[in-house]
Structures are given as structure tokens and as C-alpha cells.
């Protein structure tokens, strides 16, 4: 079982940045692709990005390719993300989700995914 806790959300003005951070508990996190989502109020979980098991590979959502990048440290069991360019409609609870695979794979599918984080809320202001 993994345990994932978000942190880094809060109040930002539009064109700001913030870091959101995600660690898993566990030894095994090198084995898990990592994905970050966000839920607005009355809309479905979105895919925001995503990243392999090593980090060599990232996959932005269209809809934040060139503002947020993710990243990840193996050796303290996190991934960031890095939101930068942010705006109003970037506001939602973001979350954070693991996957353990043996091969180099994702998806943008919440399903897909086995573990979560309870959320971190995000807020950008005009």
C-alpha cells in the first residue's frame, strides 16, 4: 500500500507560480509512474501531467504544455509540480497519483491509476 500526501496549494494572483509537492511513503516509489490531476467545482478529474518511473519522460496536458513542468526525486520518494504562468481557470483541488508498472507507460486515464493523495487546493485570483 502507498500513501501519498499533496502539499504546496494555496492563494495565488494570476501570472504567479507555485510548487506543489507529492510523497509517497513506501521503497518502491522508483517503480511508480506519477501523475498529477485536478478537479474544478461541478467538472470532472483532469490529467494535468505526467511522468516515468525515472523522469526522463514527462506528458503535459495540452492545456499547460509551456507553464507547468513535473519533476521527480527518487531519493526522497517525491514529485513536484511546477506551475508557473498560472491562471483562474488553473483553480482546483490538485491531486497526485501513482502507478507501479514494469514497463515505460501512462495514461492521462484517472482508472488507470491505483493510489491517490487527498488533494491540495489551488486558487488563482484575477
Known amino acids: 500500500q502507498v500513501q501519498l500526501v499533496e502539499s504546496g496549494g494555496g492563494l495565488v494572483q494570476a501570472g504567479g507560480s507555485l510548487r506543489l509537492s507529492c510523497t509517497a511513503s513506501?521503497?518502491?516509489?522508483?517503480?511508480?509512474?506519477m501523475g498529477w490531476f485536478r478537479q474544478a467545482p461541478g467538472k470532472e478529474r483532469e490529467f494535468v501531467i505526467g511522468?516515468?518511473?525515472?523522469?526522463?519522460?514527462?506528458y503535459p496536458a495540452d492545456s499547460v504544455k509551456g507553464r507547468f513542468t513535473i519533476s521527480r526525486d527518487n531519493a526522497k520518494n517525491t514529485v513536484y509540480l511546477q506551475m508557473n504562468s498560472l491562471k483562474p481557470e488553473d483553480t482546483a483541488i490538485y491531486y497526485c497519483?501513482?502507478?507501479?508498472?514494469?514497463?515505460?507507460?501512462?495514461?492521462?486515464?484517472?482508472?488507470?491509476?491505483?493510489?491517490w493523495g487527498q488533494g491540495t487546493q489551488v486558487t488563482v485570483s484575477s
Open positions: 511522468i516515468s518511473r525515472g523522469g526522463t519522460n514527462t
Open positions: 497519483a501513482a502507478r507501479s508498472v514494469a514497463s515505460g507507460t501512462y495514461s492521462y486515464l484517472p482508472l488507470w491509476y491505483d493510489y
Open positions: 513506501g521503497r518502491t516509489f522508483s517503480t511508480y509512474v
